[in-house]
């Protein structure tokens, strides 16, 4: 969703308003009130109806069923809680990096492409984009299964003798999460690349530099930011990442996110359920203040 | 203009460049193939083409009610996160402070948040005001999620608005809902749209919140897509699908229409 947003340009720069009458100043001093009565609406539904709730979640895991630390001692203890998170950690680190690097690839190939290209790239890029996340598992339900496409194909060619299993396992999970996952690693790779100085590279080579040590020397480090950026907000989109887990694991491969609702609707335990949201927002938080250290947040979310 | 001369690209590097747009994007046609099968399952036409499927999508009672729930539920949830959305970022964007740049922030938490999360802490307190299962209560939490969406496209469209306009109209004597009305909000009349259109498909979308806090009563369509995985392989689900994909195509070219007469 988030990546078919236009940039957020910075803030306005109101400080810098001619207007210096008393007039002027009067109307600001007295607007400050009535632009605070224009966030009301928005300020009062996101605190009633989103930070509410949530903070309920997270006071939930350290009082239910008893106040204390016990929630979260399953994370050291339960050994399905091992596994599932094991599962979620290896499945979102796998799918962040081959994302990551089929990522750099289009958006070189996007800086580089002439305009009528890159046009037809960037729409390649976008409209999947925009594709309901259900549709997009549901095709690869159809390509992926056992009687599906992919293993017909490959099994009338004799390719193989026997379906492969491409789906309800980490395998499926996997491609499903790069399809989603690849326009938000290129749009803000790309947004990077596009900020780099070419007469960089550009001396690199006039120096003497061959091709491929301009790209390795001076080229990859400055488009690292962009990586970098891309690398964390695909991590933490995948580590909750819930539909197409759930529809290509099929129950048998399951992620944080499947676990929670598994816990709270199916076997009704509050009290793990919100340990596990809460320590999601945590870890969340944790790489969102890492990831603030690198990047301009607001540039990044505005890039994709 | 290429910002980079192509020839510091090899073709090796473009080509692999443009095998990855095609694995992007034709796995997503393949459910217009299997939408007109002439097989009772989900598989490619055999013998001939068939539009059987969309003859029972269009008289199927429950998907359109699905397809009512959802529209409904998508426009209400628009319609706040509009206008709740936009005054927002307009306040935001004269204040230009510290604390209205926490607010924007503060908007930006839905995104980043998982779903999963919020949709239990709603959950719950849907529970305690009698909300599960109502129009009211997802269209709420409809809203409050496609906010972000707003007051990004808003700002954006804000940030190329020039304050001086709004004091101008002040000055002159008209209202706060006079200057609003007459000159801020025409001037970011496109953000705003866009700012719908992603609220709308938002909510069009939405999947996790709903299996929460919506029962039988309130069957939206992603909803009824998902049992229609989890439960039945009816190839009418490949119909539903192609639908699907060809509204939302037709909405992302609006988006680009209007996005392309705002920079002219």
Request: one cysteine or more; charged letters at 10%.
């Amino acid at each position: 969703m988030l990546s078919r947003l236009a940039a957020i340009d910075p803030a306005p720069t109101i400080g810098a308003d001619p207007s210096r009458s008393s007039l002027a100043r009067r109307l600001r001093v007295g607007g400050s009130a009535r632009y605070w009565l224009l966030m009301t609406p928005a300020l009062a539904l996101m605190i009633v109806f989103y930070v509410y709730p949530i903070s309920r979640v997270l006071w939930i895991s350290v009082t239910e069923p008893q106040p204390g630390l016990e929630n979260f001692e399953l994370l050291l203890t339960s050994a399905s809680i091992h596994k599932m998170l094991l599962t979620t950690a290896r499945i979102s680190v796998l799918t962040t990096l081959i994302t990551l690097v089929l990522a750099y690839v289009v958006a070189y190939a996007l800086v580089h492409a002439g305009e009528r290209a890159r046009r037809w790239m960037f729409l390649g890029v976008i409209v999947p984009l925009w594709i309901s996340v259900l549709v997009r598992a549901f095709a690869w339900f159809v390509l992926l299964r056992r009687e599906g496409l992919i293993n017909n194909i490959l099994m009338t060619s004799g390719v193989v003798d026997s379906p492969l299993s491409l789906i309800w396992n980490e395998t499926g999970v996997m491609i499903g999460m790069v399809h989603y996952m690849l326009p938000f690693g290129i749009l803000p790779i790309y947004a990077n690349m596009r900020d780099i100085d070419q007469r960089c590279i550009a001396a690199a080579r006039g120096l003497g530099a061959t091709r491929s040590e301009a790209f390795r020397k001076v080229f990859l480090p400055l488009s690292m930011p962009g990586v970098v950026g891309a690398g964390i907000l695909v991590f933490m989109f995948s580590l909750g990442f819930f539909v197409t887990p759930a529809i290509l694991g099929g129950g048998k491969t399951l992620m944080i996110a499947e676990y929670i609702k598994v816990q709270i609707l199916e076997v009704v335990r509050w009290g793990v359920g919100t340990m596990l949201a809460a320590t999601l927002v945590i870890v969340i938080g944790a790489l969102l203040a890492v990831l603030s250290r690198f990047v301009d947040l607001r540039k990044l979310f505005g890039s994709i | 203009m290429s910002a980079f001369p192509s020839a510091g690209i090899s073709i090796a590097t473009r080509s692999m460049a443009w095998l990855i747009i095609c694995f992007l994007v034709l796995p997503i046609t393949i459910v217009f193939a299997v939408s007109v099968t002439d097989r009772p399952y989900l598989s490619l036409p055999h013998d001939g083409l068939s539009l059987q499927y969309y003859r029972s999508l269009l008289t199927s009672r429950a998907w359109h009610t699905s397809i009512l729930h959802s529209l409904v539920i998508a426009a209400a949830s628009t319609a706040i996160a509009v206008v709740a959305g936009t005054l927002c970022a307009i306040g935001c964007w004269r204040l230009g402070n510290r604390a209205s740049n926490a607010v924007r922030m503060l908007m930006l938490v839905p995104i980043i948040v998982p779903t999963v999360v919020y949709a239990l802490g709603i959950y719950q307190f849907w529970v305690d005001l009698k909300l599960i299962d109502s129009y009211t209560g997802v269209i709420i939490a409809h809203a409050v999620t496609g906010l972000p969406y707003v007051v990004i496209t808003v700002s954006t469209a804000l940030a190329g608005f020039d304050p001086r306009l709004e004091q101008a109209a002040l000055s002159l004597g008209a209202s706060m809902g006079q200057t609003l009305r007459m000159v801020i909000i025409p001037n970011i009349l496109p953000g705003v749209i866009s700012g719908a259109i992603f609220a709308f498909i938002h909510s069009w979308d939405e999947l996790i919140i709903v299996l929460f806090i919506a029962g039988r009563g309130v069957f939206t369509l992603p909803r009824r897509i998902w049992d229609g995985i989890n439960e039945s392989l009816d190839p009418t689900m490949a119909a539903v699908a192609s639908v699907l994909v060809l509204t939302t195509v037709v909405l992302l070219l609006i988006d680009i229409a209007i996005r392309a007469r705002r920079t002219q």
